[in-house]
């Protein structure tokens, strides 16, 4: 399969006086997953729903492949986005979301049969843990023909247990889809990642080492005594 790649580029977004975002240039490939760090009301939630397309700002360029897309979100098979946010109905039960999230009954069955969630399938969204529940809305994405998923925060919330089982979601998945995640739980999203970048006053900070993430204050620097 041929690789893909998303790039974001010369990205600016401004909030009354305060420019967030400053000529952020980013980038994803199928294949990978890229860590995007940083304090609270940095941008990255922004950042994401400018890449997806649901935020519009005059300064972008987002490219997939080469193409240019205004809104990417509404062209089919380019891209997935994972919110902060529960996203699911809690008066359907899980099996017939499942139902009418995906057509093709093979990848109904993909979840349905899912050794983490087959138990859960008569059950409500509100009926799960946070960590189940993270967990079904992303193998629900994972079913979609999408090159590349952005993840808002999927491990937060969720007890070490599940988190480790997200990222073995995303592991198992990185042979036809690309990865960007976002989490203050910053742990996972190093053990997960190939590239990190820190998004820190505005700008985006590509991370080569970890111990860049304290010089750079995102982290206590005593952390590696």
Avoid at 22 to 32: A, Q, V
Avoid at 61 to 81: K, M
Wanted: proline residues 4%.
């Amino acid at each position: 399969m041929p690789e893909n790649q998303l790039e974001a580029g010369s990205i600016l977004y401004h909030i009354g006086n305060r420019q967030l975002l400053t000529d952020i240039y980013l980038s994803c490939n199928t294949g990978e997953v890229v860590g995007l760090l940083g304090r609270n009301g940095c941008g990255k939630t922004t950042l994401l729903k400018i890449i997806f397309g649901t935020i519009h700002t005059d300064n972008m360029h987002i490219r997939i492949n080469g193409q240019v897309y205004l809104s990417p979100y509404q062209h089919q098979g380019l891209l997935a986005y994972l919110p902060q946010h529960d996203f699911l109905p809690n008066n359907i039960r899980l099996h017939k979301i499942v139902e009418l999230y995906l057509p093709d009954v093979k990848k109904q069955e993909n979840v349905k049969q899912n050794e983490r969630l087959q138990q859960h399938m008569t059950k409500y969204a509100d009926e799960l843990s946070k960590g189940e529940l993270r967990y079904f809305e992303l193998l629900l994405l994972l079913q979609l023909d999408v090159k590349f998923l952005l993840l808002d925060e999927p491990f937060s919330g969720v007890d070490p247990l599940y988190a480790e089982h997200i990222e073995e979601l995303l592991q198992l998945h990185l042979t036809n889809k690309g990865f960007i995640v976002t989490d203050h739980n910053y742990r996972s999203v190093l053990r997960v990642s190939n590239r990190v970048i820190l998004l820190t006053d505005g700008y985006s900070q590509p991370i080569k080492h970890v111990e860049e993430l304290a010089k750079w204050g995102y982290i206590p620097a005593d952390i590696f005594n």
